[in-house]
């Protein structure tokens, strides 16, 4: 965000609200979908918002204009918050067990707030001569994301 903040001349106030954007969206997402059950169990819901994440991370790098990228990050910010609220949901719904699988989501999503940025940050440090090397590797890394989880729910079928 620092990067398309400079891109399109932001103040540092402006850039605060416009480069953040999609952190309200999500609060917005989740309360939607504590209200609105009827995704509940509907896997067609998580996959598209995983390919509406993979689209819109790659929109806000790659947008040409400050409108576009607040327009990606609502679709981005929509995208997290039904992935976070409903990998939430199901980690303490399926089980009598739900602090500890409430405990072991919140670990998995540091982990992935580690595992994303630091794919980034070691293409960028490899192959510091593509400068858009950190965006891609960290859209194979969600393409894989998007992969791994079709593959699980293929095989539970």
């Avoid at 327009?71 to 990998?87: C, E, K, P, R």
């Avoid at 940050?121 to 510091?128: D, N």
Wanted: proline share 3%.
């Amino acid at each position: 965000m620092p990067g398309i903040a400079a891109k399109f001349h932001l103040s540092p106030m402006l850039a605060g609200f416009a480069c953040s954007l999609w952190c309200f969206v999500r609060l917005a997402a989740f309360f939607a979908l504590w209200h609105w059950t009827k995704w509940h169990y509907r896997f067609r819901w998580l996959v598209l918002a995983f390919a509406l994440l993979i689209l819109s991370f790659l929109g806000i790098l790659v947008a040409p204009s400050l409108v576009a990228v607040v327009a990606a990050q609502i679709f981005f910010g929509v995208a997290v918050g039904l992935i976070y609220y409903s990998s939430l949901f199901y980690s303490m719904d399926a089980s009598d067990t739900k602090g500890e699988h409430g405990g072991i989501h919140e670990a998995a999503i540091g982990l992935g707030n580690l595992v994303g940025p630091g794919v980034g940050a070691a293409s960028l440090q490899f192959l510091p001569q593509y400068a858009s090397s950190g965006a891609v590797a960290v859209s194979v890394l969600l393409l894989c994301g998007l992969g791994g989880l079709l593959t699980i729910w293929r095989m539970a079928k």
